[in-house]
């Protein structure tokens, strides 16, 4: 089993995918900070890490919010020490036609806010202590729905792909620093993100775009458990071989061993000559 000494925050711990994670780098002897909206939620998750001899702390806290980020960092280091690594996992989604929006797109920018804006400021607010120590590694939760074009999903589609291209252009920025940036796609994984309010845009059900997704959401789909992408990120954080997938968007419904051989090839194999795991537009 992987060991992970060290501070690790995590955000969006209340349920699914982020409670998986916090349970994870727990495991692997990290002391987690775990952060979400909902009190109630995070008490049983630290009562459950502390059962299996885990050490972590609850920070009920929006991560949207102005200088949340700044007080997020600041009471981890607080309470544990420097900051040694950063998981972005809370998310929202929007499902709706762009021109049933609302003119001020007020809810598709609020997916913004939190899936893009949040973990990009958090970042802003680990980094410096990072760089300067030589060490960290800051990690994000994307979707396979950012390489996709799917109707209705503007929002959550394209927020995704846009915290998967910050993850990969802020790797130059890091070079030399010891600091390392990943971008996690969990897989289809059923967890709490389409029960929360505001998801479903309710007066446009009828639209024929919102039908086809509906309809497309009812078909068969191969699903993965929250701990696939958990375990991920302990070994993109843990096993020194995954130093040469920095900057990279993995994916949790992969298995990770052949990805890093082929890593280990000169100028990355397959990976380095096809710039496969990056954002990429194809050209003829």
């Given at each position: 089993m992987l060991t992970f000494y060290g501070q690790a925050i995590v955000t969006g711990?209340?349920?699914?995918?982020g409670r998986s994670i916090a349970k994870a780098f727990a495991a692997a002897g990290a002391r987690v900070a775990c952060i979400a909206r909902r009190q109630?939620?995070?008490?049983?998750?630290?009562?459950?890490?502390?059962?299996?001899?885990?050490?972590?702390?609850?920070?009920?806290?929006?991560?949207?919010?102005?200088?949340?980020?700044?007080?997020?960092?600041?009471?981890?280091?607080?309470?544990?020490?420097?900051?040694?690594?950063?998981?972005?996992n809370a998310g929202i989604s929007r499902i709706s036609p762009l021109t049933s929006e609302d003119p001020d797109l007020n809810i598709w920018w609020r997916v913004y806010e939190v899936n893009v804006r949040a973990p990009v400021t958090l970042i802003r607010a680990v980094l410096p202590?990072?760089?300067?120590?030589?060490?960290?590694?800051?990690?994000?939760?994307?979707?396979?729905?950012?390489?996709?074009?799917?109707?209705?999903?503007?929002?959550?589609?394209?927020?995704?792909?846009?915290?998967?291209?910050?993850h990969e252009s802020l790797t130059p920025e890091l070079d030399g620093t010891g600091v390392l940036s990943f971008a996690v796609n969990p897989g289809v994984v059923a967890t709490e993100l389409g029960k929360a309010e505001n998801v479903f845009n309710k007066t446009a059900l009828e639209h024929p775009a919102m039908q086809t997704f509906i309809g497309m959401a009812r078909g068969p789909r191969k699903s993965h458990s929250p701990e696939c992408?958990?375990?991920?990120?302990?070994?993109?954080?843990?096993?020194?071989?995954?130093?040469?997938?920095?900057?990279h968007h993995l994916n949790a419904d992969q298995e990770i061993e052949p990805v890093l051989l082929e890593a280990e090839k000169p100028d990355k194999g397959k990976i380095g000559k096809e710039r496969l795991y990056l954002v990429n537009m194809g050209e003829l």
């Open positions: 711990t209340s349920s699914g995918i109630a939620d995070l008490d049983t998750l630290i009562s459950e890490i502390e059962a299996d001899g885990g050490d972590a702390f609850a920070l009920a806290a929006d991560v949207t919010q102005q200088g949340a980020a700044a007080q997020i960092v600041s009471t981890v280091e607080q309470k544990f020490g420097p900051v040694d690594i950063l998981i972005n202590s990072m760089v300067e120590r030589g060490s960290g590694v800051v990690m994000s939760t994307t979707s396979q729905v950012a390489s996709l074009a799917l109707p209705v999903m503007t929002a959550y589609a394209s927020s995704k792909a846009a915290i998967s291209k910050f992408c958990a375990d991920l990120m302990v070994t993109l954080a843990a096993d020194e071989r995954c130093k040469a997938l920095h900057g």
